[in-house]
């Protein structure tokens, strides 16, 4: 039985990326290699329309919390100040990155399903500031929520800190201003709105805050200034993985073809309508309301009566995997991502499924 992955990534591959991965075998030191990096690079890039001379994507082997930490390690300058804001698991976790390269981290913490409270920040930035940058998550994957970044972008730019993003589910399918936000940089991932495969993640920064970060020497393996002066040059610090490169490259050329994030974010947006209208007629509600939810996964609450594991085994068995809450909102939320090569007809089938599990339930004694 094919399965399809609803899960925010790793996601249902497209027959063309998973081929891509049985491609030659390719030592990372040949010129073969170095191809295939520049034309990421370079595609990557493009998503955006981004001018190579301002802007550089760094390919690191890790996932997306390796791009993350790259990201705050190498940009938060020896000297520098920054501001976490945190309203999920993703934003906890980059002020605990921070706290262990011994960097001086305030936070502004929010309740799960809040969105920014943008007084409270700007109160922040004022009162423990000035702060070299502040760090957030674009979209929320805890929560499904979409972080308005406008209003924050804003207030960064008038307390003069530029923006860390954790780009990490939402690049390739929501819109991230890079030239009205005052981006450092954003950290994203192969494997989730690009729809390659675990393995490869990136990150886009200014080479002008590069720069000015200067040597931080926190990490190694992990050393942005290294991976960008290596791959400048057409090398790398490290032994990339090869074959997800390869699948990469395939993803990019795919997304190119599908006319780019805007026409990602429409599928995505049709697919997410679709499973919301039909799971609201079956009285299932959703966490966030549709404007506060990204397009690329939503939360639902959990059917009366019937807990996550069985409504994830009954959906397994028909070929679907779901997404459980975290932490205090496993016993509460179901998540749904719409991402990876799925076709009109596996969301038909997804709410098909669902009819029968539930109408099963109802019919049991
Ligand atoms: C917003 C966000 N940041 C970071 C991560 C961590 O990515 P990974 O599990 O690939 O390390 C995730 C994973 O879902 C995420 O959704």
New binding site residues.
Partial sequence: MRMILLN??PVTLSPRVRESMLGPDLCHREPEFAVLQGKIRRQLLEIHALDAAQWAAILLTG????A?EAMVSSLVPSDGRLLVIENGV?GE?ISNIARRHGIATERVEHPWLTGLDLPRIEAALRASGPFTHVAV?H???TSGRLNDLQQLATLCAAHGAELLL?A??SFGAEEIDFTGWPLAAIAA?ANKCLHGV?GT?FVIARRSALASAGETCRTIYLDLQAYLKNQDQQGTPFTQSVQTFYALSAALDELAQEGGWKTRRESYRNRMAKVRRHLLNLGISPLLAEGESSCVLNAFHLPAGLGYTALHDELKARGFIIYAGQSSLAQQIFRISTMGDLSEGDIQRLCSAFDEILEGGRSRP
């Fill in positions: 925010p990534g996932s997306g919390t390796a993350v993703y976790r998550v979209h929320e994957t954790d990490v589910s991932t675990p993640a």
